[in-house]
Protein backbone atom coordinates (compact mmCIF):
# COMPACT_ATOMS: atom_id res chain seq x y z
CA UNK A 1 0.00 0.00 0.00
CA UNK A 2 1.64 3.72 -0.91
CA UNK A 3 1.40 6.21 2.19
CA UNK A 4 0.97 9.85 1.35
CA UNK A 5 3.87 12.04 2.12
CA UNK A 6 2.96 14.74 4.87
CA UNK A 7 1.08 17.89 2.96
CA UNK A 8 3.44 21.26 2.36
CA UNK A 9 2.23 24.41 4.28
CA UNK A 10 2.54 25.71 0.33
CA UNK A 11 -0.49 23.91 -1.10
CA UNK A 12 -2.59 25.94 1.15
CA UNK A 13 -1.42 29.06 0.46
CA UNK A 14 -4.39 29.66 -2.33
CA UNK A 15 -7.04 28.33 -0.38
CA UNK A 16 -10.55 30.49 -0.20
CA UNK A 17 -11.42 31.10 3.18
CA UNK A 18 -14.98 28.90 2.68
CA UNK A 19 -12.42 26.06 1.95
CA UNK A 20 -10.81 26.23 4.45
CA UNK A 21 -13.82 26.70 6.85
CA UNK A 22 -15.51 23.42 5.42
CA UNK A 23 -11.89 21.38 5.30
CA UNK A 24 -11.60 21.98 8.94
CA UNK A 25 -14.75 20.58 9.82
CA UNK A 26 -14.33 17.67 8.01
CA UNK A 27 -11.24 17.31 9.00
CA UNK A 28 -12.45 17.70 12.81
CA UNK A 29 -15.04 15.36 12.13
CA UNK A 30 -12.74 12.77 10.92
CA UNK A 31 -10.60 12.93 13.68
CA UNK A 32 -13.45 13.41 16.27
CA UNK A 33 -12.45 12.50 20.08
CA UNK A 34 -8.84 11.61 19.13
CA UNK A 35 -8.17 15.16 18.50
CA UNK A 36 -8.76 18.47 21.14
CA UNK A 37 -8.26 21.98 19.89
CA UNK A 38 -7.20 24.32 22.55
CA UNK A 39 -7.31 27.98 22.16
CA UNK A 40 -6.03 30.99 24.17
CA UNK A 41 -7.72 33.96 24.48
CA UNK A 42 -5.82 35.81 22.18
CA UNK A 43 -6.36 33.79 19.08
CA UNK A 44 -8.51 35.42 16.22
CA UNK A 45 -11.89 34.36 15.83
CA UNK A 46 -11.56 32.80 12.97
CA UNK A 47 -9.45 30.39 14.99
CA UNK A 48 -11.10 30.63 18.06
CA UNK A 49 -14.44 29.01 16.24
CA UNK A 50 -12.58 25.75 15.89
CA UNK A 51 -11.41 25.25 19.34
CA UNK A 52 -12.87 22.99 22.16
CA UNK A 53 -11.93 25.28 24.61
CA UNK A 54 -10.52 28.81 25.34
CA UNK A 55 -9.13 30.01 28.01
CA UNK A 56 -6.34 31.78 29.82
CA UNK A 57 -2.79 29.79 30.24
CA UNK A 58 -3.74 28.77 33.59
CA UNK A 59 -6.83 27.47 32.57
CA UNK A 60 -5.79 26.07 29.11
CA UNK A 61 -2.84 23.94 31.55
CA UNK A 62 -5.51 22.80 33.56
CA UNK A 63 -7.31 21.31 30.51
CA UNK A 64 -4.62 19.47 28.50
CA UNK A 65 -3.69 17.81 31.81
CA UNK A 66 -7.43 16.30 32.40
CA UNK A 67 -7.89 15.35 29.00
CA UNK A 68 -4.99 11.79 28.71
CA UNK A 69 -8.21 10.22 26.49
CA UNK A 70 -6.99 12.01 23.34
CA UNK A 71 -4.61 11.59 21.35
CA UNK A 72 -3.97 14.47 19.44
CA UNK A 73 -3.73 18.47 21.06
CA UNK A 74 -3.39 20.80 18.74
CA UNK A 75 -2.62 24.30 20.67
CA UNK A 76 -3.57 27.43 19.33
CA UNK A 77 -1.45 29.62 21.22
CA UNK A 78 2.45 30.45 21.61
CA UNK A 79 5.02 27.73 22.11
CA UNK A 80 5.60 27.78 26.16
CA UNK A 81 1.87 27.08 26.08
CA UNK A 82 2.33 23.89 23.68
CA UNK A 83 5.22 22.47 26.16
CA UNK A 84 3.40 23.17 29.15
CA UNK A 85 0.35 21.08 27.73
CA UNK A 86 3.42 18.42 26.44
CA UNK A 87 5.24 19.03 30.50
CA UNK A 88 1.38 18.03 31.60
CA UNK A 89 0.11 15.22 29.57
CA UNK A 90 0.96 11.37 29.39
CA UNK A 91 4.05 10.20 26.76
CA UNK A 92 1.83 8.85 24.42
CA UNK A 93 -0.33 12.05 24.01
CA UNK A 94 0.90 14.57 20.61
CA UNK A 95 0.96 18.31 21.22
CA UNK A 96 0.96 20.16 18.28
CA UNK A 97 1.56 23.63 17.48
CA UNK A 98 0.53 24.67 14.32
CA UNK A 99 3.16 27.05 13.30
CA UNK A 100 6.42 26.54 14.96
CA UNK A 101 7.10 30.51 14.73
CA UNK A 102 4.60 31.23 17.11
CA UNK A 103 6.32 31.96 20.27
CA UNK A 104 6.61 34.52 22.83
CA UNK A 105 9.27 37.12 22.96
CA UNK A 106 9.21 37.48 26.80
CA UNK A 107 9.95 33.96 27.66
CA UNK A 108 12.71 34.69 25.03
CA UNK A 109 13.86 37.28 27.04
CA UNK A 110 15.59 34.66 29.57
CA UNK A 111 17.69 31.95 29.07
CA UNK A 112 19.00 28.98 31.28
CA UNK A 113 22.48 29.84 31.27
CA UNK A 114 21.88 33.63 32.45
CA UNK A 115 19.72 32.03 35.28
CA UNK A 116 21.97 29.44 36.04
CA UNK A 117 24.63 32.52 35.96
CA UNK A 118 22.47 34.37 38.63
CA UNK A 119 21.90 31.43 40.42
CA UNK A 120 25.90 31.04 40.89
CA UNK A 121 25.97 34.75 41.52
CA UNK A 122 23.30 34.05 44.33
CA UNK A 123 24.80 30.89 45.75
CA UNK A 124 27.76 33.28 46.40
CA UNK A 125 26.29 35.84 48.31
CA UNK A 126 24.32 33.13 50.91
CA UNK A 127 22.87 29.74 50.53
CA UNK A 128 20.72 30.69 47.79
CA UNK A 129 19.10 27.11 48.17
CA UNK A 130 17.62 27.80 51.65
CA UNK A 131 16.88 31.37 51.16
CA UNK A 132 15.77 32.35 47.63
CA UNK A 133 12.54 29.90 46.26
CA UNK A 134 13.15 30.63 42.20
CA UNK A 135 9.49 31.30 40.67
CA UNK A 136 9.01 31.49 36.75
CA UNK A 137 6.14 32.82 35.10
CA UNK A 138 4.79 30.63 32.83
CA UNK A 139 6.05 32.37 29.53
CA UNK A 140 9.33 30.78 29.89
CA UNK A 141 10.97 28.29 28.22
CA UNK A 142 10.77 23.87 29.62
CA UNK A 143 13.69 24.24 30.73
CA UNK A 144 13.34 27.41 32.59
CA UNK A 145 10.57 25.57 34.49
CA UNK A 146 13.26 22.90 34.65
CA UNK A 147 15.39 24.62 36.60
CA UNK A 148 12.67 26.31 39.24
CA UNK A 149 11.55 21.94 39.11
CA UNK A 150 15.31 21.07 40.36
CA UNK A 151 15.39 24.04 42.73
CA UNK A 152 12.69 23.38 44.74
CA UNK A 153 10.89 26.03 42.85
CA UNK A 154 7.33 27.02 41.33
CA UNK A 155 5.83 28.21 38.13
CA UNK A 156 3.02 30.61 38.00
CA UNK A 157 0.17 32.06 35.81
CA UNK A 158 -1.10 35.45 36.03
CA UNK A 159 -4.16 34.69 37.31
CA UNK A 160 -2.35 32.69 40.34
CA UNK A 161 0.86 35.17 40.90
CA UNK A 162 -0.43 36.17 44.73
CA UNK A 163 -1.17 32.68 45.52
CA UNK A 164 2.31 31.30 44.86
CA UNK A 165 4.29 34.58 46.35
CA UNK A 166 2.30 33.67 49.18
CA UNK A 167 3.21 30.41 48.67
CA UNK A 168 6.87 30.66 48.49
CA UNK A 169 7.33 32.95 51.40
CA UNK A 170 6.13 30.11 53.53
CA UNK A 171 9.07 28.05 52.34
CA UNK A 172 11.47 30.80 51.66
CA UNK A 173 12.28 34.39 52.78
CA UNK A 174 13.32 35.66 49.58
CA UNK A 175 11.83 35.26 45.73
CA UNK A 176 13.68 35.54 42.26
CA UNK A 177 11.60 36.02 39.75
CA UNK A 178 11.80 35.66 36.33
CA UNK A 179 11.13 36.80 33.32
CA UNK A 180 8.52 39.52 33.95
CA UNK A 181 9.73 42.29 35.81
CA UNK A 182 6.00 43.63 36.03
CA UNK A 183 4.28 41.04 36.71
CA UNK A 184 6.60 40.52 39.60
CA UNK A 185 6.17 44.26 41.19
CA UNK A 186 2.89 44.09 41.00
CA UNK A 187 2.23 40.79 42.28
CA UNK A 188 4.90 41.65 45.04
CA UNK A 189 3.08 44.96 45.91
CA UNK A 190 -0.38 43.70 45.54
CA UNK A 191 0.67 41.00 49.06
CA UNK A 192 2.10 44.45 51.03
CA UNK A 193 5.64 44.90 49.22
CA UNK A 194 7.56 48.06 48.57
CA UNK A 195 9.39 49.24 46.30
CA UNK A 196 12.53 48.92 48.88
CA UNK A 197 12.17 45.05 49.22
CA UNK A 198 12.58 45.01 45.04
CA UNK A 199 15.90 44.57 43.12
CA UNK A 200 15.55 44.51 39.19
CA UNK A 201 18.36 42.09 38.24
CA UNK A 202 19.78 42.96 34.91
CA UNK A 203 21.29 39.58 33.53
CA UNK A 204 23.58 41.72 31.16
CA UNK A 205 25.43 42.64 34.35
CA UNK A 206 27.75 41.02 36.81
CA UNK A 207 25.47 40.42 39.77
CA UNK A 208 22.86 41.77 37.94
CA UNK A 209 23.66 45.39 38.50
CA UNK A 210 23.90 45.63 42.60
CA UNK A 211 26.10 45.06 45.38
CA UNK A 212 26.25 41.99 47.27
CA UNK A 213 24.80 44.17 50.67
CA UNK A 214 21.86 45.54 47.93
CA UNK A 215 21.46 41.80 47.21
CA UNK A 216 21.53 40.71 51.18
CA UNK A 217 18.80 42.99 51.44
CA UNK A 218 16.21 43.06 48.93
CA UNK A 219 12.92 40.35 49.16
CA UNK A 220 12.40 39.87 45.67
CA UNK A 221 14.71 39.87 42.96
CA UNK A 222 13.22 41.08 39.37
CA UNK A 223 14.09 39.47 35.91
CA UNK A 224 14.46 42.52 33.95
CA UNK A 225 12.22 41.38 31.05
CA UNK A 226 8.99 42.88 29.77
CA UNK A 227 6.09 42.09 27.18
CA UNK A 228 6.29 44.71 24.85
CA UNK A 229 2.84 44.74 23.81
CA UNK A 230 1.34 45.35 27.13
CA UNK A 231 4.58 47.94 27.79
CA UNK A 232 2.48 50.18 24.57
CA UNK A 233 0.11 50.55 27.67
CA UNK A 234 0.95 54.20 28.84
CA UNK A 235 -0.27 55.99 32.04
CA UNK A 236 -1.06 58.54 29.38
CA UNK A 237 -3.42 56.56 28.12
CA UNK A 238 -5.81 55.87 30.95
CA UNK A 239 -5.82 59.69 32.10
CA UNK A 240 -6.74 60.43 28.73
CA UNK A 241 -9.47 57.81 29.00
CA UNK A 242 -11.09 59.04 32.22
CA UNK A 243 -10.89 62.99 31.33
CA UNK A 244 -13.06 61.87 28.19
CA UNK A 245 -15.43 59.29 30.44
CA UNK A 246 -16.42 59.99 33.73
CA UNK A 247 -17.95 56.97 34.36
CA UNK A 248 -15.31 54.33 32.37
CA UNK A 249 -13.77 51.51 34.67
CA UNK A 250 -10.00 50.28 32.88
CA UNK A 251 -9.24 46.82 33.43
CA UNK A 252 -5.75 45.26 32.19
CA UNK A 253 -3.45 42.71 32.46
CA UNK A 254 0.08 42.65 35.18
CA UNK A 255 1.94 42.46 32.13
CA UNK A 256 1.31 46.23 32.03
CA UNK A 257 3.81 48.61 33.55
CA UNK A 258 3.28 49.88 37.18
CA UNK A 259 2.18 53.42 36.06
CA UNK A 260 -1.25 51.67 33.92
CA UNK A 261 -1.61 48.83 36.73
CA UNK A 262 -1.46 51.34 39.66
CA UNK A 263 -4.48 53.66 37.86
CA UNK A 264 -6.63 50.69 36.85
CA UNK A 265 -10.01 49.89 38.55
CA UNK A 266 -8.99 46.54 38.23
CA UNK A 267 -6.02 43.74 37.06
CA UNK A 268 -5.98 40.10 35.65
CA UNK A 269 -5.29 37.58 33.58
CA UNK A 270 -7.33 37.37 30.28
CA UNK A 271 -9.71 35.05 31.78
CA UNK A 272 -10.63 37.37 34.30
CA UNK A 273 -10.65 40.07 32.10
CA UNK A 274 -12.99 38.23 29.72
CA UNK A 275 -15.36 37.37 32.63
CA UNK A 276 -15.59 41.09 34.56
CA UNK A 277 -16.00 42.55 31.05
CA UNK A 278 -18.97 39.98 30.27
CA UNK A 279 -20.65 40.34 33.77
CA UNK A 280 -21.12 44.29 33.95
CA UNK A 281 -23.83 45.68 33.07
CA UNK A 282 -25.42 46.62 29.74
CA UNK A 283 -24.12 50.77 29.19
CA UNK A 284 -20.66 50.15 31.24
CA UNK A 285 -17.76 51.92 29.77
CA UNK A 286 -14.37 49.72 29.75
CA UNK A 287 -11.10 50.95 28.77
CA UNK A 288 -9.19 47.52 28.32
CA UNK A 289 -4.87 46.87 28.89
CA UNK A 290 -4.53 44.06 26.93
CA UNK A 291 -4.03 42.42 23.55
CA UNK A 292 -6.23 43.48 20.66
CA UNK A 293 -7.60 40.14 19.47
CA UNK A 294 -9.14 39.53 22.63
CA UNK A 295 -11.00 42.96 22.89
CA UNK A 296 -11.89 43.51 19.61
CA UNK A 297 -13.87 39.88 20.15
CA UNK A 298 -15.31 41.41 23.77
CA UNK A 299 -16.05 44.66 21.34
CA UNK A 300 -18.41 42.46 18.89
CA UNK A 301 -19.82 40.31 21.72
CA UNK A 302 -21.02 43.17 24.05
CA UNK A 303 -22.45 45.78 21.50
CA UNK A 304 -24.30 46.98 24.39
CA UNK A 305 -21.19 48.07 26.75
CA UNK A 306 -18.74 50.65 25.27
CA UNK A 307 -15.49 48.86 24.81
CA UNK A 308 -12.21 50.70 24.07
CA UNK A 309 -8.53 49.45 23.79
CA UNK A 310 -6.73 51.06 25.89
CA UNK A 311 -3.57 52.49 23.43
CA UNK A 312 -4.09 54.63 20.89
CA UNK A 313 -1.42 52.51 18.57
CA UNK A 314 -2.54 49.15 17.38
CA UNK A 315 -0.57 46.15 19.04
CA UNK A 316 -0.92 43.02 19.14
CA UNK A 317 0.58 39.89 19.50
CA UNK A 318 2.21 39.10 16.22
CA UNK A 319 3.14 35.71 17.55
CA UNK A 320 -0.33 34.30 18.04
CA UNK A 321 -1.53 35.89 14.98
CA UNK A 322 0.62 33.60 13.44
CA UNK A 323 -1.70 30.86 14.01
CA UNK A 324 -4.08 31.43 11.43
CA UNK A 325 -6.71 28.77 9.65
CA UNK A 326 -4.21 27.96 7.06
CA UNK A 327 -1.44 25.92 9.78
CA UNK A 328 -4.67 25.05 11.61
CA UNK A 329 -6.30 23.11 8.33
CA UNK A 330 -2.77 21.97 7.72
CA UNK A 331 -2.17 20.55 10.78
CA UNK A 332 -5.03 18.58 11.14
CA UNK A 333 -5.51 17.49 7.30
CA UNK A 334 -2.14 15.89 8.18
CA UNK A 335 -3.32 13.69 11.57
CA UNK A 336 -6.07 12.64 9.38
CA UNK A 337 -3.48 11.42 7.27
CA UNK A 338 -1.70 9.91 9.70
CA UNK A 339 1.03 12.37 9.82
CA UNK A 340 2.15 14.33 12.61
CA UNK A 341 3.36 17.73 11.89
CA UNK A 342 5.06 20.50 14.40
CA UNK A 343 5.18 18.08 17.28
CA UNK A 344 6.27 19.77 20.42
CA UNK A 345 8.20 17.65 22.56
CA UNK A 346 9.81 18.31 26.04
CA UNK A 347 12.89 15.97 26.37
CA UNK A 348 11.90 13.51 28.63
CA UNK A 349 14.53 14.98 31.86
CA UNK A 350 13.58 18.28 31.03
CA UNK A 351 10.03 17.16 31.43
CA UNK A 352 10.16 15.71 34.68
CA UNK A 353 11.32 18.44 36.16
CA UNK A 354 9.53 20.91 34.52
CA UNK A 355 6.65 18.85 35.94
CA UNK A 356 7.42 19.16 39.62
CA UNK A 357 7.23 23.11 39.05
CA UNK A 358 4.05 22.94 37.23
CA UNK A 359 2.27 20.59 40.27
CA UNK A 360 3.80 22.64 42.58
CA UNK A 361 1.28 25.04 41.35
CA UNK A 362 -1.13 23.34 40.39
CA UNK A 363 -1.22 21.23 43.91
CA UNK A 364 -2.32 24.48 45.26
CA UNK A 365 -5.41 24.46 43.50
CA UNK A 366 -7.38 27.00 42.00
P1 LIG B 1 -2.96 34.84 30.50
O1 LIG B 1 -2.37 33.75 31.31
O2 LIG B 1 -3.60 35.91 31.31
O3 LIG B 1 -3.86 34.31 29.45
O4 LIG B 1 -1.77 35.62 29.76
C1 LIG B 1 -0.88 35.01 28.92
C2 LIG B 1 -0.09 36.01 28.19
O5 LIG B 1 0.77 35.65 27.42
C3 LIG B 1 -0.34 37.40 28.41
O6 LIG B 1 0.44 38.18 27.57
FE1 LIG C 1 4.33 36.77 25.12
FE2 LIG C 1 3.44 39.27 25.34
FE3 LIG C 1 2.53 37.70 23.38
FE4 LIG C 1 1.80 37.25 25.92
S1 LIG C 1 1.30 39.06 24.66
S2 LIG C 1 2.46 35.72 24.42
S3 LIG C 1 3.71 37.82 26.98
S4 LIG C 1 4.66 38.44 23.66
Excluded at 82 to 89: C, H, R, V, Y
Excluded at 311 to 334: G, K
Aim: proline share 4%.
Amino acid sequence: MLHKSAREIQSYQSLLPEEIHVRTVQAKEALGHHLVILGHNYQRDEVIEFSDFQGDSLKLARISSELSDRKYIVFCGVSFMAETADILSPSNQVVILPDLAAGCSMADMAELEDVETVWESLCAIFPAEEKVMPVVYVNSTAELKAFCGTHGGITCTSSNAQSVFRWAFEHREKILFFPDEHLGRYTAKSIGLKESDLLVWDPSLPNGGHTPEEIRQATVLLWKGFCSVHLMFRPEHVRAFRSNYSDLKVIVHPECCEGVVEQADLVGSTELIIQTVSNSAPGTTWAIGTELNLVNRLKRIHADKKIFFLSPTVCQCSTMFRIDPIHLLWAIENLVDGHVVNRISVPADEKWWAGRALDRMMSLGF
